[in-house]
């Protein structure tokens, strides 16, 4: 009768862990991050003396709750989140950029400029065509300022991107080591520890949102994190976690490195936010360059043109802009329209060839042309980067469904495995029953 009860006794203990895994499978479907659980059950086997040749028919144990992931599908997922991040990351950098080409009308506004010195050519003694270049001349260089300051705003906004993005994965891998540590404590093959592999997995495909990386587990599900591209003591492992620390060269250049026990490792991604931040520094420090090269020319030709001619007084010109701390800080240098050089030396007051090399020089130099190809440029990489975008969404989105199908919860399955635990814990409860009920018989014999 003993054995009788206590084969019924662990039935009963079996299948109500297992219905209430199977009741913990129903409450979270769809919830992200959540995996599949199982229960995994064995035949206790006959001890010592047992008469039973097969080791068997005493009953079921549980010996452990088993989590449907798929590493593969997971990995696979990961790889494609960072692919996905880099791209849209440098896309929105490229986005920003062409804002800042386009939003201050620079290369209308040096058309305009130079408009307005082929209309004074034609009238070179007009008073009101003088106060219409000198107007035009200051509506160029605020624009060029202008354009320059949103530059530095992009550039601040990428450092502070770059810094969250550091502090970002230290702290995933502060707690990526935390999971660790308590996936050593806990139980293996408990419900405790299939949650914290469920936070580690979500803690994973964050981490491969800003960055490449490869994770290694142990017997036990514990994570050993390598950036890749990176050399060296791995990012985490074990409870051993490293510093991530975003920088900016003088050049305009971005980096990430880590330090584990004082000892600092560059990193080199090629994926996620940090390798797009990467990517949007070279082509912020890359436009500001040719910006401030256009800038600096077109401020030189203009003003050594006035120095090669003589104003409507007369006189030698003298430089109509001036340059502040950077190429792009200009502003007029000229207070009155009389003092444009519009003549060529001796041409007098009438002359306007001095106008007519400037148109010249105009067409040599290209100046709207370059800022046009610019912008043209610059438009073209954002479009092949969002083509580029939409077919790795489509492939992150095929390795999501992989996943979701080897690890999802399916209600069908679901139901199915309900309705069988409960039979079996039913019958178990019924094999308890009949044991009570054999021993009362016996007891009741007179």
């Known amino acids: 009768m003993s054995d009788l009860l206590s084969i019924g006794a662990s039935g009963v203990r079996a299948y109500q862990t297992a219905l209430a895994t199977v009741g913990e499978n129903i409450a979270n479907v769809g ?21 039973n040749q097969y080791g068997a028919g005493n009953g079921v144990v549980l010996t452990g709750i088993v989590r449907a992931g798929d590493n593969y599908a997971a990995a696979s997922l990961r790889a494609s989140t960072s692919d996905l991040s880099r791209t849209t990351s440098g896309a929105s950098w490229l986005d920003r950029v062409d804002g800042a080409l386009t939003g201050n009308a620079l290369t209308a506004r040096v058309t305009s400029f ?15 065509l003088r106060t219409s270049m000198l107007s035009a001349a200051g509506s160029a260089a605020t624009a060029f300022t202008a354009t320059g300051k949103a530059f530095d705003q992009v550039d601040a906004d990428l450092d502070t991107a770059g810094r969250q993005a550091a502090v970002d994965m230290s702290s995933l891998s502060a707690s990526l080591a935390g999971i660790n540590d308590g ?9 405790a520890a299939a949650q914290l592999m469920d936070q580690r997995d979500q803690i994973l495909a964050q981490v491969s949102g800003l960055a490449d990386v490869t994770a290694t587990f142990d017997s036990i599900g514990r994570t050993t994190l390598t950036l890749t591209g990176a050399t060296g003591v791995p990012l985490v492992k074990g409870d051993q976690v490293g510093t991530v620390a975003y920088a900016r060269d003088a050049n305009g250049q971005a980096s990430f490195s880590y330090t584990v026990n ?71 240098a000229l207070t009155s329209g009389s003092q444009i050089a519009a003549a060529s030396p001796g041409g007098g007051s009438r002359d306007s060839s001095n106008l007519t090399n400037l148109e010249a020089l105009r067409q040599s130099k290209g100046f709207e042309t370059a800022l046009a190809s610019q912008i043209t440029d610059n438009a073209t990489a954002y479009k092949q980067k969002m083509t580029i975008a939409d077919a790795q969404t489509s492939i992150r989105d095929g390795a999501q469904t992989a996943l979701s199908s080897a690890s999802g919860v399916n209600l069908d399955s679901e139901a199915i495995d309900l309705m069988r635990f409960q039979q079996a814990y039913s019958a178990s409860s019924r094999i308890i029953q009949v044991a009570r009920e054999t021993m009362q018989s016996i007891l009741d014999i007179r």
């Open 114 to 128: 130079f408009a307005a010195s082929q209309a004074l050519a034609a009238e070179p003694s007009s008073s009101a």
């Open 262 to 332: 004082g000892v600092e490792t560059a990193m080199s991604p090629s994926g996620g936010t940090m390798a797009g931040i990467i990517d949007g520094a070279q082509r912020v420090a890359a436009n500001r360059d040719q910006l401030n090269g256009i800038a600096a020319d077109f401020v030189k030709t203009v003003n050594d043109n006035q120095a090669a001619g003589q104003d409507q007084t007369g006189a030698t010109g003298t430089a109509m802009f001036t340059v502040g701390t950077s190429p792009t800080d200009i502003s007029v």
């Open 183 to 191: 996936l050593g404590r806990a139980a293996p093959g408990s419900t």
């Open 31 to 51: 919830a992200a991050g959540y995996t599949r659980r199982t229960v995994r059950m064995n035949e206790v086997p006959g001890g010592s003396g047992s008469v």
